[in-house]
């Protein structure tokens, strides 16, 4: 399925985000674990989350999780430590996914997991039982999912967790947002010191939960804007004190010249003067806005350096290769240095006459891209249903919004 997007030429609008998967997801295991009798509010509606929930409710010995790395690693560790022997698999792209970091530490605390294929790799064969394991320590600049997924579980052993971490850790704001939400259900975790984290065996409670709504799906609305001349766009359900360490795309894009005012209902983007002519930025810890502001930044002709990369090679697709793919074929040569950080200076070449963009089954892909017709008239997205993933109605949005999207026959 192909479809072609073109922007109106003055844009105003108001969009009820979704929900946030990242708190979605957290909570729903947080939830089981403490056997809630209360159901969260405000769930995201997109894949990841659905299959989440059928997995927690499902009583088959197999569970399928298709392309949700975040249930894949969540997942694993609940099913570590709750009744009964499952297993766990999914798409061909998933069962490529390293995942031994997590199963070697969970092995350490006792759990009983198989490799079903490959080693390494998903599917898993994992019995559930009592860990008395109470200490792990694990490389910091692994995925934060699997930190999460561990510190989760914490609570339910027998000795708590001591969780210490080794070297740089990254994406620290998404271990710090699920150390809040377990706080949020009665957990006691918190850091001992910048690279050690303890969880006390103290059982979650049973609590009313609203998820707020998603900043990662906002950044794509600030590049809609960034890219206008003339643009105001009311973002529902934002609010200024935010778990999401992706809130963040507020203040960086100020340099790129767009404007967050915050209101009772969320905030209002409005454009105003460019503050840079040069972008570099650490992504260590805001990895999934990376591509937002790839793609943005090269458009705007801004040259950049963008560092702490690394885990984009682990995610739905090798974004960073994806991304150099697909902005040569609009006239962009992006360089990729030891492994983690991706660049621009200014060199272009020749862009393909009607690009279409490939997605490589990642959502973020789709939604990054999307906003260049704003700048290159009638582009063209491949497989664009991919946005399930995290933003089912990016597309009704776009269209609530005055751009143009239409299925290519």
Known sequence: ?????????????????????????????INALGKGNYVPDNLSECDDTRVMIKALSSVDESIDIMAAGTAMRFLTAYLSVSEGTRNITGTKRMQERPIRLLVDSLRGLGANIEYVNNSGCPPLRIEGRKLTGDYVTLRGDVSSQYISALLMIAPTLKNGLTLQLNGKVISKPYINLTLQLMRDFGAVADWMDSNCIRVLPKPYASVPFTVESDWSAASYWYQIVAFSENAQVELLGLFPNSYQGDSRVAELFTLLGVDTNFTSRGVVLKKIERFTDRFEHDFINEPDLAQTFVVTCALMNVPFRFSGLQSLKIKETDRIAALITELSKLGYVLRETDDSTLSWDGERTRENVCPIIDTYEDHRMAMAFAPACLKIPALIINE????????????????????????VR
């Open 384 to 407: 664009p249903q991919v946005v399930s993933k995290s933003y089912p109605g990016y597309w009704n949005d776009l269209s609530k919004a005055g751009f143009s999207v239409t299925e």
């Open 1 to 29: 399925m192909q479809i072609k997007i073109s922007a109106p030429a003055n844009i105003e609008a108001s969009i009820l985000l979704p929900a946030s998967k990242s708190i979605s997801n957290r909570v729903l295991i």
